[in-house]
C-alpha cells in the first residue's frame, strides 16, 4: 500500500489482485505439464513485489524470478520457503546473501561460475543455482561452446547443483520470426548436454508454444495484463489509474495548450486538468499534437484526447464532449476499456515500460488479495 493518503495524492492506481491471480491460472492451464513460475522483477512490474508475490503464491505458484538481489530479499520476506531465482547474475561480493537467505542465482558467465563454484566450495556445499545459455539473444548468458564445455566431465564437473537450464527468448512476441525457431533448437540441443536438469525457455509469449514449454515457464508481462503476443489479446487487466479534474477552463479556437505550442484548439473548447505526469511514470510522448494523435483518456463515460504535451505534473484533456465536466470529477487514464498497451501505442513504445514506470505519488489501493 502507498504512504501517499488518498487526500494528498494526484491520482489513485488501483491493483486486482484477484485479476492477477486470474491470469496466474490462465498461463498455468496454458502449461499444462509444466510448472508455471512467476516473474516479478522490476517490482513486480510496478504493481508491489510484496503485494504481488503472495498473490501468485495464493494462486498456486511455487517459483519465482526476480532481476536483482535486493528484489530477492523483498521476495524472500513475504515468500519463506518458495523458489526464488535472482536473473542478473552474482552481484558484488554478495555470495554469503544467496545461501544465508535461499537464493538462487542465474550463472550467464564463465567468471559467475567460476566465482559461485569456489564460493560452493568453500562452504563444503552445492548450493542450487540456474545455468542460463544464450541462444540467440546476445545479451545475458553462456554460448553453445561454452555450455559444452561445461558439461564435460572432469576438471570442469560443477561444484553447484544445476537446479535449472535456462535460455531467453528474443522475438518470441513476434508470431513467425525465424529467430524463435532457432532458440527452440539450439535450447533442445543444449538440454542434451545437461541430462536430468530441468529446462525453462517459455516467456509469455513462449507459454503458448508447445514447443518451448520443457519443464518450466515463466510469464512475466502477461500476469500484469499487458499484451504478450501480437496476435494475442492481454489477459485481464490488473492496474487501473484515475484521477479527479482538478481545473477546467475555456479556450478559444486557436488557441494552443501546453509546452511548446503543439496543439491549438479546433473550436472553442474545454480544457480539464488532471495532476499526473511523466514524474508519475505517465510518458511525455503520450500527448497530442497538431500533427500527432496522443493518448485518451474517459471523463463522464466519454472517449476525450489529450491536449498538448504531458508535463512534468499535470495532464491537459479536452473535455468539450464530456458533458458539464467540472473539478473532482474522475478521468479514468487507464481502465475502462483503455489499456496500458493503449498508452504504450500512443507513447510510441511497449506496455512493458508503462507498467513499469507508474510512479510512487499514487495512492496505491489494493484489492482482491
Known sequence: MSDVPADEAGARLTVDLGALKRNYQALAAMTAGAECAAVVKA???????????????????????????????????????????????????????????????????????????????????????????????????????????????????????PALLMSHFACADEPGHPLTARQVDRFAQVRGLFPGVPGSLANSAGCTMSAARHDLARPGVALYGARYRADRAPLEPVVRLDAPLVQVREVRAGDTVGYGATWSASRPSRIGIVSVGYADGYLRS???????????????????????????????????????????????????????????????????????????????????G
Open 43 to 161: 517490482d513486480a512490474y510496478g504493481i508491489g513485489i510484496e503485494a504481488a508475490g503472495p498473490a501468485l503464491a495464493a494462486a498456486g505458484a511455487r517459483t519465482f524470478f526476480v532481476a536483482h538481489l535486493s528484489e530477492a530479499r523483498r521476495l524472500r520476506a513475504v515468500l519463506p520457503s518458495a523458489a526464488i531465482y535472482v536473473l542478473n547474475g552474482l552481484f558484488g561480493e554478495a555470495l554469503a546473501t544467496y545461501a544465508d537467505h535461499q537464493l538462487r542465482p542465474v550463472l550467464g558467465s564463465r567468471d559467475d561460475i567460476e566465482r559461485f563454484s569456489a564460493f560452493c566450495s568453500q562452504t563444503a556445499r552445492r548450493w542450487p543455482a540456474a545455468i542460463h545459455v544464450d541462444t540467440g539473444m546476445n545479451r545475458l548468458g553462456l554460448d553453445l561452446a561454452e555450455a559444452a564445455l561445461l558439461a564435460e566431465p572432469g576438471p570442469h564437473a560443477l561444484a553447484f547443483e
Open 286 to 368: 503520450a500527448g497530442t499534437t497538431n500533427h500527432q494523435a496522443g493518448a485518451y483518456a474517459r471523463v463522464n463515460g466519454v472517449t476525450c484526447r489529450l491536449a498538448g504535451r504531458v508535463s512534468m505534473d499535470l495532464i491537459a484533456i479536452d473535455v468539450t464532449d464530456a458533458g458539464q465536466a467540472a473539478p473532482g470529477d474522475t478521468v479514468t487514464l487507464i481502465g475502462d476499456g483503455i489499456g496500458v498497451d493503449d498508452v504504450a501505442e500512443a507513447a510510441g513504445t511497449i506496455g512493458y515500460e508503462v507498467l513499469t514506470s507508474l510512479g510512487r505519488r499514487y495512492n496505491r489501493r489494493y484489492t482482491g
